[in-house]
C-alpha cells in the first residue's frame, strides 16, 4: 500500500528498506596476478643481470655527458632489450621530487617520471611496436611529432621494438630525422635480427649486443626470486629450468612460474622434467656408458625406460649430446666443472668418462648425435629412430683405434668385426675409444668349420716393392677391374710390403680398399692391410702418365726443327711415336712415321700426302 503524499511505500513494507539505510555492498574486484616476468621486471641499470659491459659502457657516457641521439639494443629474445630501453628512458628523464637532477643511471629513488616511464604510460616516452607500424606513414606521424618539445619530461623518447620489422621505405623515411634529430629527442631501438637493419640506420646508431645470461647467473636470479616468493626450489630443478631457457631471463622466469603452479609451489626435479619433458639427467649419464660401452641391449633399455617415464626421444638425444659436449669441455678446460648449472653426477662421472675417453672418440660421437637429434625429431617413429641412433653409435664404440688393429695384425689375431652384441667390458670408467681415422678394410678370416674339409694348396708369399707391382700383379691375374681402378682412383699415401693407405679420386669406389685387401691376400698368400686416408696423397697412376704424355710433347714442341715444320705445315700434330710404331706394325699399309734424329720423342702427322722436304 502506498502513502497517499508522497506516493512510496510504506517504510515497514516487507521487502523494502528505509531510504536512510545504505546500499549492499559488492565485493571490490582484487588485483590481478602478474607473471613474475613482470613482477620482477628490472626497474634500474642495477636489476639487470648479466649485462656488466653495457652498464659499465652508459655509466661512462651519462657520467662524461657522452649521450648520443639514438641507440640501437639487440640480443635474443628474454634478455632485456625493451626493459633497457626503458631504463634508458628514465635515466634520461630523471628529476627528483624536489626538481633536481639530470641524465643518470645511478637512480636509488624513484622520481617524477620514474613510476609513469617503467609502466609504460608518460606521455613523452612513446613505445611503438615496427611489427604493426611498419610504414612510411607512420614513421611521417614521428618526424612531425618530433619537432614539438616534450610536455613534462625532459627529452621525448621514441622506443621502436622490432625495428627490423619496418619496410624500406620506413627506413628511408628514418634517416634524415635519425641523423639530425632536435635536441630534446632521443631514439632507442630494439631488435632480435639485427642484419635486417640497414646499414644507414646502424650507422647512425650506437649498438649494443645484449649478451645471453649464463646459466649458472640465471640459477642465481631464480634462485633469489623463490626466496621472495617463498617458494622452495631444488637447486637441481633451477638449473634445468636455466638450461631449457637459453639465456633468456623472461624464458626461466615464465618456465619457473609454470613449475611454481605445477609444483603447487613447490619447485622440484620431478616436476621440472614432467613438466618440460625432458630427460632424467642420471640416466642420461647412464645411457652415454652404455653406448660406449657398446651394450646395445642396455642403451635400449634405458632409452625405453625414459620414454615410458614420459621423456620425449629428441629430448634425450639432445641431453645425450649435450653430456657429450660436457665431457668434451671437462677433458679440456677443467676449470668448467665449477659451473653452478651442473649437478654433482654431471661433475664427478663426467670428469671420470673424461679421463677415458679421447678427443677423436668424443668427436665422433658428437657428430653422429648431431645428425641423430633432427633425424628423431622428424621421424614419424621417435622411439625407433632414436635406437638407431644409438645403435650406430654402439657400432662405432666397438671398433677398434688404429694402434689397437695394427697390435691385432701383428699378433695374427682377427679385428673385431664392429658388432657390440656380446658387450666388452669398459676400459676405464666403462669409456671405449672410438676410431678417430677410416675403417681399416682387410679380408677377414671365415670361422673354422665344424667338419673338416681338405685345404687348398697354399699360396707362396710374394713381396712387392712398389706400389707399380700392385698394379702389375693386377694385371697378370687378369683382374682388368681391378688394375683399372688402381690406375684410375688410387691416390698414393704410403706404400709398404703388407700396408697401403691411400685416398680415393673423385667418384671412386668406397669399397676399393677392402676388395684390394681381399685380392691381394688372395694374391700373395698373407693378410695385407688397406685403408683409407684423409690426407690428399699423390697423382693418380692415369694422371702421372697424361703428365709425362704433356711433358714429352711440350720438350718436342720446344726443338727448332719441330717448330719450323709446325709453322710450314698448319694442322699438324706432334704423336707419341711408340704409339705410331705399334699402329703402323699392325697395318703395313699405314704410311711410315716420320721421325726426327735417332733420339727424337715425338714425330710429326700432317693432314698433307706430300712428302716433308726439309
Same mark, same amino acid.
Given at each position: 500500500?502506498?502513502?497517499?503524499?508522497?506516493?512510496?511505500?510504506?517504510?515497514?513494507?516487507?521487502?523494502?528498506?528505509?531510504?536512510?539505510?545504505?546500499?549492499?555492498?559488492?565485493?571490490?574486484?582484487?588485483?590481478?596476478?602478474?607473471?613474475?616476468?613482470?613482477?620482477?621486471?628490472?626497474?634500474?641499470?642495477?636489476?639487470?643481470?648479466?649485462?656488466?659491459?653495457?652498464?659499465?659502457?652508459?655509466?661512462?657516457?651519462?657520467?662524461?655527458?657522452?649521450?648520443?641521439?639514438?641507440?640501437?639494443?639487440?640480443?635474443?629474445?628474454?634478455?632485456?632489450?625493451?626493459?633497457?630501453?626503458?631504463?634508458?628512458?628514465?635515466?634520461?628523464?630523471?628529476?627528483?621530487?624536489?626538481?633536481?637532477?639530470?641524465?643518470?643511471?645511478?637512480?636509488?629513488?624513484?622520481?617524477?617520471?620514474?613510476?609513469?616511464?617503467?609502466?609504460?604510460?608518460?606521455?613523452?616516452?612513446?613505445?611503438?611496436?615496427?611489427?604493426?607500424?611498419?610504414?612510411?606513414?607512420?614513421?611521417?606521424?614521428?618526424?612531425?611529432?618530433?619537432?614539438?618539445?616534450?610536455?613534462?619530461?625532459?627529452?621525448?623518447?621514441?622506443?621502436?621494438?622490432?625495428?627490423?620489422?619496418?619496410?624500406?621505405?620506413?627506413?628511408?623515411?628514418?634517416?634524415?630525422?635519425?641523423?639530425?634529430?632536435?635536441?630534446?629527442?632521443?631514439?632507442?631501438?630494439?631488435?632480435?635480427?639485427?642484419?635486417?637493419?640497414?646499414?644507414?640506420?646502424?650507422?647512425?646508431?650506437?649498438?649494443?649486443?645484449?649478451?645471453?645470461?649464463?646459466?649458472?647467473?640465471?640459477?642465481?636470479?631464480?634462485?633469489?626470486?623463490?626466496?621472495?616468493?617463498?617458494?622452495?626450489?631444488?637447486?637441481?630443478?633451477?638449473?634445468?629450468?636455466?638450461?631449457?631457457?637459453?639465456?633468456?631471463?623472461?624464458?626461466?622466469?615464465?618456465?619457473?612460474?609454470?613449475?611454481?603452479?605445477?609444483?603447487?609451489?613447490?619447485?622440484?626435479?620431478?616436476?621440472?622434467?614432467?613438466?618440460?619433458?625432458?630427460?632424467?639427467?642420471?640416466?642420461?649419464?647412464?645411457?652415454?656408458?652404455?653406448?660406449?660401452?657398446?651394450?646395445?641391449?642396455?642403451?635400449?633399455?634405458?632409452?625405453?625406460?625414459?620414454?615410458?617415464?614420459?621423456?620425449?626421444?629428441?629430448?634425450?638425444?639432445?641431453?645425450?649430446?649435450?653430456?657429450?659436449?660436457?665431457?668434451?669441455?671437462?677433458?679440456?678446460?677443467?676449470?668448467?666443472?665449477?659451473?653452478?648449472?651442473?649437478?654433482?653426477?654431471?661433475?664427478?662421472?663426467?670428469?671420470?668418462?673424461?679421463?677415458?675417453?679421447?678427443?677423436?672418440?668424443?668427436? *665422433?660421437?658428437?657428430?653422429?648425435?648431431?645428425? &641423430?637429434?633432427?633425424? #628423431?625429431? $622428424?621421424? !614419424?617413429? +621417435?622411439?625407433? %629412430?632414436?635406437?638407431?641412433?644409438?645403435?650406430?653409435?654402439?657400432?662405432?664404440?666397438?671398433?677398434?683405434?688404429?694402434?689397437?688393429?695394427?697390435?691385432?695384425?701383428?699378433?695374427?689375431?682377427?679385428?673385431?668385426?664392429?658388432?657390440?652384441?656380446?658387450?666388452?667390458?669398459? *676400459?676405464?670408467?666403462?669409456?671405449?675409444?672410438? &676410431?678417430?681415422?677410416? #675403417?681399416? $678394410?682387410? !679380408?677377414? +678370416?671365415?670361422? %673354422?668349420?665344424?667338419?673338416?674339409?681338405?685345404?687348398?694348396?697354399?699360396?707362396?708369399?710374394?713381396?712387392?716393392?712398389?706400389?707399380?707391382?700392385?698394379?702389375?700383379?693386377?694385371?697378370?691375374?687378369?683382374?682388368?677391374?681391378?688394375?683399372?681402378?688402381?690406375?684410375?682412383?688410387?691416390?698414393?699415401?704410403?706404400?709398404?710390403?703388407?700396408?697401403?693407405?691411400?685416398?680415393?679420386?673423385?667418384?671412386?669406389?668406397?669399397?676399393?680398399?677392402?676388395?684390394?685387401?681381399?685380392?691381394?691376400?688372395?694374391?700373395?698368400?698373407?693378410?695385407?692391410?688397406?685403408?683409407?686416408?684423409?690426407?690428399?696423397?699423390?697423382?693418380?697412376?692415369?694422371?702421372?702418365?697424361?703428365?709425362?704424355?704433356?711433358?714429352?710433347?711440350?720438350?718436342?714442341?720446344?726443338?727448332?726443327?719441330?717448330?719450323?715444320?709446325?709453322?710450314?705445315?698448319?694442322?699438324?700434330?706432334?704423336?707419341?711415336?711408340?704409339?705410331?710404331?705399334?699402329?703402323?706394325?699392325?697395318?703395313?699399309?699405314?704410311?711410315?712415321?716420320?721421325?726426327?734424329?735417332?733420339?727424337?720423342?715425338?714425330?710429326?702427322?700432317?693432314?698433307?700426302?706430300?712428302?716433308?722436304?726439309?
Amino acid at each position: 500500500m502506498t502513502d497517499q503524499l508522497s506516493g512510496l511505500p510504506p517504510d515497514d513494507e516487507p521487502g523494502f528498506a528505509g531510504f536512510d539505510a545504505p546500499p549492499p555492498s559488492r565485493p571490490e574486484p582484487g588485483p590481478g596476478y602478474r607473471v613474475l616476468a613482470r613482477k620482477y621486471r628490472p626497474r634500474s641499470f642495477d636489476d639487470l643481470i648479466g649485462q656488466e659491459a653495457m652498464v659499465r659502457t652508459l655509466s661512462n657516457a651519462f657520467r662524461t655527458g657522452r649521450i648520443p641521439q639514438a641507440w640501437m639494443l639487440t640480443g635474443v629474445r628474454g634478455v632485456g632489450k625493451t626493459t633497457t630501453a626503458r631504463i634508458l628512458a628514465r635515466g634520461l628523464n630523471y628529476q627528483r621530487r624536489d626538481g633536481t637532477g639530470g641524465p643518470t643511471i645511478d637512480m636509488p629513488d624513484m622520481g617524477l617520471h620514474c613510476e609513469a616511464i617503467v609502466e609504460g604510460r608518460h606521455i613523452d616516452v612513446m613505445e611503438i611496436d615496427a611489427a604493426s607500424n611498419n610504414g612510411v606513414d607512420n614513421v611521417r606521424q614521428i618526424n612531425d611529432a618530433v619537432r614539438y618539445a616534450p610536455v613534462s619530461a625532459r627529452y621525448k623518447v621514441y622506443i621502436v621494438d622490432e625495428v627490423h620489422m619496418l619496410s624500406t621505405g620506413a627506413f628511408n623515411a628514418f634517416l634524415k630525422t635519425l641523423e639530425e634529430p632536435p635536441p630534446h629527442a632521443k631514439f632507442v631501438f630494439a631488435t632480435t635480427e639485427i642484419h635486417k637493419v640497414p646499414v644507414t640506420i646502424l650507422s647512425r646508431c650506437q649498438r649494443f649486443d645484449l649478451r645471453r645470461v649464463e646459466a649458472g647467473v640465471l640459477v642465481e636470479h631464480l634462485n633469489r626470486i623463490c626466496g621472495m616468493e617463498s617458494v622452495t626450489a631444488e637447486p637441481e630443478a633451477l638449473s634445468a629450468i636455466a638450461r631449457a631457457a637459453e639465456g633468456s631471463v623472461r624464458d626461466s622466469l615464465s618456465l619457473l612460474d609454470q613449475a611454481i603452479a605445477h609444483g603447487a609451489g613447490r619447485v622440484g626435479l620431478d616436476t621440472v622434467r614432467d613438466m618440460l619433458g625432458l630427460a632424467d639427467r642420471a640416466q642420461v649419464v647412464d645411457l652415454f656408458e652404455a653406448v660406449m660401452r657398446g651394450d646395445v641391449p642396455a642403451a635400449f633399455a634405458g632409452l625405453r625406460g625414459q620414454y615410458d617415464a614420459g621423456a620425449d626421444p629428441a629430448a634425450v638425444m639432445q641431453e645425450l649430446a649435450g653430456f657429450t659436449h660436457l665431457v668434451t669441455r671437462l677433458k679440456l678446460v677443467p676449470d668448467a666443472g665449477q659451473d653452478a648449472s651442473l649437478t654433482e653426477i654431471e661433475r664427478q662421472r663426467g670428469m671420470a668418462f673424461a679421463q677415458g675417453l679421447s678427443v677423436r672418440t668424443l668427436s *665422433r660421437a658428437w657428430q653422429i648425435l648431431l645428425k &641423430a637429434v633432427p633425424e #628423431v625429431q $622428424a621421424a !614419424s617413429r +621417435p622411439v625407433a %629412430a632414436a635406437e638407431m641412433a644409438l645403435v650406430r653409435l654402439a657400432y662405432a664404440a666397438d671398433l677398434p683405434t688404429p694402434d689397437e688393429a695394427l697390435r691385432m695384425l701383428k699378433d695374427g689375431g682377427p679385428l673385431p668385426s664392429g658388432s657390440p652384441s656380446t658387450p666388452s667390458p669398459p *676400459r676405464s670408467n666403462g669409456a671405449t675409444a672410438l &676410431a678417430s681415422r677410416p #675403417v681399416l $678394410a682387410t !679380408s677377414q +678370416p671365415q670361422p %673354422a668349420p665344424a667338419a673338416p674339409r681338405p685345404q687348398p694348396a697354399a699360396v707362396p708369399e710374394m713381396r712387392l716393392r712398389r706400389f707399380e707391382d700392385v698394379v702389375a700383379l693386377a694385371g697378370e691375374r687378369r683382374d682388368i677391374r681391378m688394375k683399372a681402378a688402381l690406375e684410375r682412383d688410387v691416390r698414393l699415401v704410403r706404400f709398404e710390403d703388407g700396408q697401403i693407405e691411400f685416398a680415393l679420386a673423385e667418384g671412386g669406389n668406397r669399397n676399393l680398399a677392402g676388395d684390394l685387401a681381399r685380392c691381394l691376400t688372395e694374391w700373395t698368400g698373407r693378410r695385407w692391410m688397406v685403408a683409407l686416408s684423409s690426407e690428399a696423397g699423390q697423382p693418380t697412376l692415369r694422371e702421372q702418365a697424361a703428365a709425362a704424355e704433356r711433358e714429352l710433347k711440350s720438350n718436342a714442341a720446344s726443338h727448332p726443327l719441330v717448330q719450323a715444320v709446325l709453322t710450314r705445315f698448319p694442322g699438324a700434330q706432334i704423336v707419341d711415336v711408340r704409339q705410331r710404331a705399334d699402329e703402323a706394325a699392325a697395318d703395313e699399309t699405314a704410311p711410315e712415321a716420320a721421325i726426327l734424329g735417332d733420339d727424337a720423342p715425338a714425330a710429326l702427322e700432317t693432314e698433307a700426302d706430300d712428302d716433308l722436304d726439309f
